[in-house]
């Protein structure tokens, strides 16, 4: 337990610059997108005054506000920088491994010859994945609320419709990052711990068999995700024979499995396939 | 004792290891000889788990390697095993965090002896030294067995000479080592043992010290009867 614990900080420890550099980048972007498209909104409502000959109080009548925060969140600030949060811990999920066997090191054999059971590295290395993934999430969480104000702050009231922060958490553009019970957090999060661990076994198996090992880790994949979402597909076959709730509980026991097979195929290729 | 029992493995089509065995004493310095490409990393990959094998066994004291072998056994491959960007003091804190064998003290000692500072980073070391720090690394946990490979590959011969140095010293003394070597003239004075490979076999295992004696040959002139005879 002691290793795991000392194993996790060091996983985010190797990654720590980096990730500060990219938290950096979201706050400008987000922060400058908030200001940029406040005073784009402005700057549209003075166009519509000129072009229609408008009054303030006939522009108010006609409805033509819109509301600021949405048009905020939709932008390419919010999306593009979310995005690339995602991608990068994306690559990171493969890079957290290959990244000991590549370059100049091969700390892998430093790491598979510490006393410590070789699954600890594994889960050290999926909790720091988990740790980076909510980082970027509570960031955001952070940020909303100030660009909420800052998009208001510059906009006067009554050019405005306003959103409330809650609304905002349900946005598209935030990918339905925030779930509101906590059923759906297992659901969301339990299905992301179980699609990371899919990839790293998935990679072991490339690590374990090399070129053979692509093919392995391709059909493993694909077996799981068949696996995980069966239930679905029992769902549209049987037409609608399942209530939801039953369905649901057949996910939360699928995605248990996969995950299941996916630690357990990971002891198996640790232990004794894995090739240096 | 490590015993290397009748293992076999292939890479793909190719039968690296055609059945190989020898045993290496604690107390003792035992050489495997080959040229490069007849399997000798993949021998100490094997002995490590770090390479599956295809059949035949390895004991490590009579067992199976378990993490725990890890307190006992240590691996000093030909190139370093931590990551770049680390300083030496935190790759000497890295192993005190995990290695209940790791000696400070002894750490300590060897950076004196190698001439390191602590505060330099791997990344800016030049080959000779990190070959150092990674033998170091090793040498620095109390274990009863070291795996080294190539330790004198393509380092000046100040180097050479400090780390042949480290054999003779008390660093060595008492442990079992395997060391893989194509240069045997640095080392031919201070190894017991000499496992002589070609292509995936062992051609032969002597004594260096019963071979002086009897047949009044060097390990070199064994060598030449082997290889040329």
Same mark, same amino acid.
């Given at each position: 337990m002691k290793n795991y614990l000392k194993l996790v900080h060091f996983e985010v420890n190797r990654f720590f610059k980096m990730y500060l550099i990219v938290v950096g980048l979201v706050i400008v972007s987000q922060l400058i997108g908030a200001v940029v498209e406040s005073k784009e909104y402005l700057k549209n409502i003075k166009r519509t005054l000129l072009r229609e000959q408008y009054s303030f109080s006939e522009y108010l009548q006609e409805g033509y506000q819109a509301e600021p925060f949405s048009q905020f969140l939709n932008s390419g600030w919010v999306i593009l920088s979310v995005f690339m949060c995602v991608v990068i811990l994306m690559l990171y999920v493969f890079f957290i491994w290959y990244r000991e066997w590549f370059a100049?090191?091969?700390f892998i054999y430093r790491l598979l010859t510490l006393p410590t059971s070789r699954l600890t590295i594994y889960f050290a290395k999926l909790t720091a994945i988990m740790l980076l993934v909510f980082g970027f999430i509570a960031l955001q969480i952070i940020l909303l609320p100030i660009e909420h104000q800052l998009v208001y702050w510059i906009i006067p009231a009554d050019y405005r419709i306003d959103i409330l922060l809650t609304e905002a958490f349900n946005f598209v553009s935030l990918g339905g990052l925030y779930p509101s019970t906590f059923i759906e957090f297992i659901l969301l999060y339990g299905i992301g711990l179980m699609f990371v661990a899919v990839l790293f076994t998935a990679i072991l198996f490339e690590r374990s068999y090399r070129l053979k090992g692509i093919f392995f880790a391709i059909v493993y994949s694909v077996l799981s995700c068949v696996v995980f979402i069966s239930p679905v597909v029992l769902h549209f076959v049987s037409e609608g024979y399942f209530y939801p709730l039953e369905i649901l509980s057949l996910l939360l026991v699928t995605g248990a499995i996969v995950l299941g097979c996916a630690i357990w195929l990971a002891t198996y290729l640790l232990k004794y396939k894995i090739t240096v | 004792m490590i015993e290397v029992k009748n293992v076999k493995k292939k890479y793909g089509r190719k039968q690296i290891l055609k059945g190989i065995s020898f045993t290496a004493n604690k107390g003792e310095i035992t050489c495997l000889i080959g040229i490069n490409g007849v399997g000798k990393t993949t021998i100490m990959k094997a002995i490590m788990a770090l390479t599956p094998i295809n059949s035949g066994e390895i004991l490590i004291d009579g067992g199976k390697i378990r993490k725990e072998s890890f307190e006992k056994i240590t691996f000093i491959p030909d190139t370093i095993t931590m990551p770049q960007q680390m300083k030496i003091s935190e790759a000497f804190q890295f192993m005190a965090d995990f290695y209940k064998s790791w000696n400070p003290q002894r750490a300590q000692e060897l950076l004196q002896f190698f001439k390191l500072?602590?505060? +330099?980073?791997i990344a800016n070391l030049s080959k000779g030294n990190t070959a150092k720090v990674n033998m170091l690394l090793g040498l620095a946990l109390d274990v009863d067995y070291l795996l080294m490979d190539e330790?004198?590959?393509?380092? +000046?011969i100040f180097s050479r000479e400090q780390i042949a140095e480290v054999f003779t010293s008390h660093l060595i003394e008492d442990r079992g080592v395997i060391i893989t070597t194509h240069e045997i003239n640095d080392i031919e004075h201070l190894i017991d043992k000499v496992v002589l490979i070609d292509e995936g076999a062992v051609l032969r295992e002597f004594n260096v010290e019963e071979v002086r004696e009897n047949e009044g040959k060097s390990v070199v002139d064994v060598m030449r009867e082997v290889y040329r005879g």
């Open positions: 100049k090191n091969t | 500072d602590e505060n +330099d980073r330790p004198f590959s393509g380092i +000046d």
